[in-house]
Structure formats: C-alpha cells, structure tokens
T-cell receptor
C-alpha cells in the first residue's frame, strides 16, 4: 500500500544552520504531497504542499520539491530559527481511496534548534 | 474563523471508566477525522466521516472504541471501558475535499 518514510530524528541544529529533512513515498497513483508541522502542545498544521511533479511548495522560508523520479519530497530551509523547533510530518494524499481528504503520514521528525 | 474545537483538553480517568471526547469541526467541512498520537506508534488514523457517515473505521483498535457524528457540527469518540494503554493525545481534524487537514489542539487522555 501507499506509504511515507521520513528520516528518523531527533535532529538538532544550531540557529542559522541549513535544514534538510528527507521524505520518500510509495504510491500507485499520483498523490499530492504535504509537510505538516506540530509545535509543542498543539495540533498539526499545514506547512506547505505540492500537487504534481516538479511543483515546489514553500512557506515561512521552508521549501520542498515534488520529485516523481526519485519519489521524494525533502523539506529544506536555509537558516533555521529557534522558533522552528517542532515535529515535522511528511504526508501524501490517498489517490486510491474514496476520500480525497484522507492523508497518509510519516512518523514525524523532531527538530530542535539551539541558540 | 474558529478552528476545530476539541474538548476536553485534558482528561485523567481510572481504568474501566467511560471516556467521551468531543469535536466541533470547521463549518462547511465535509470530512472529519479522528487520530491518536503516541510516542510509540506515532499518528494513527482511527476513523473518518464524510457528510456525517463513517467511511473507514479500520483503525479503531477494538470494540471498546466507538465514534459518532450525529450532525455536521459535532462528533464524539467514546472509549468504554478505558484501559491504561489508551493513554494518548487524540486529535480531531476536518477538511473540504482538498487534502488539507485542519487539526484541533487535541485531547490528552491519561488512564490510570
């Protein structure tokens, strides 16, 4: 079945460092891809998304490009801040399911940014 | 606009007691999801509804768990009887058919 694999954390970086969180997926169709972020004590919220191959999603300095040839959607940010400390989830839509709203999530990657 | 509203935010109960978690989705959203999050298992989809009808409940762990959506603005997740292994954060989320889920802040359940 469809699945999402994320790099395991935790990831610890110094402020202003470059961030990459790897995400690869397996899907039989043409899913949309998402990154969600969960700050401590809160629910998940959408960070960015891409709906087709070669699309780049971006938000708050984060970017991810939908790479169909490598089935990847890696999250990047050029200069992280302490406020970016959170858990990041990669997700794909379920193209074969009856719901266009259902998502398949990765296990999450915890990011800690030190001042 | 109000987001997804969940209650209670925190619940501590004793093993064997009934627990009811509540969710009010964003007005106009067609889909409602219940997730469970634990350190060991991560984020698990329990059940989801479309237009108040349960579509997939294959993630519900066992018969002790039940969920209802009597109308478009309210859903409940009930655990009866509760067990310590049910301790988790339970999230409700809603969406239109866009794939972008809007999550509530979660209900943290502790079963002693």
């Amino acid at each position: 079945g469809d699945s999402v694999t994320q790099m395991e954390g935790p990831v610890t970086l110094s402020e202003e460092a470059f961030l990459t969180i790897n995400c690869t997926y397996t899907a039989t169709g043409y899913p949309s891809l998402f990154w969600y972020v969960q700050y401590p004590g809160e629910g998940l919220q959408l960070l960015l998304k891409a709906t087709k191959a070669d699309d780049k999603g971006s938000n708050k300095g984060f970017e991810a490009t939908y790479r169909k040839e490598t089935t990847s959607f890696h999250l990047e940010k050029g200069s992280v801040q302490v406020s970016d400390s959170a858990v990041y989830f990669c997700a794909l839509s379920d193209p074969g399911g009856g719901s266009q709203g259902n998502l398949i999530f990765g296990k999450g990657t915890k990011l800690s940014v030190k001042p | 606009d109000a987001g997804v509203i969940q209650s209670p935010r925190h619940e501590v109960t004793e093993m064997g007691q009934e627990v009811t978690l509540r969710c009010k989705p964003i007005s106009g959203h067609d889909y409602l999801f219940w997730y469970r999050q634990t350190m060991m298992r991560g984020l698990e989809l329990l059940i989801y509804f479309n237009n108040n009808v349960p579509i997939d409940d294959s993630g519900m762990p066992e018969d002790r768990f039940s969920a209802k959506m009597p109308n478009a603005s309210f859903s409940t997740l009930k655990i009866q009887p509760s067990e310590p292994r049910d301790s988790a954060v339970y999230f409700c989320a809603s969406t239109l058919i866009t794939g972008e889920l809007f999550f509530g802040e979660g209900s943290r359940l502790t079963v002693l």
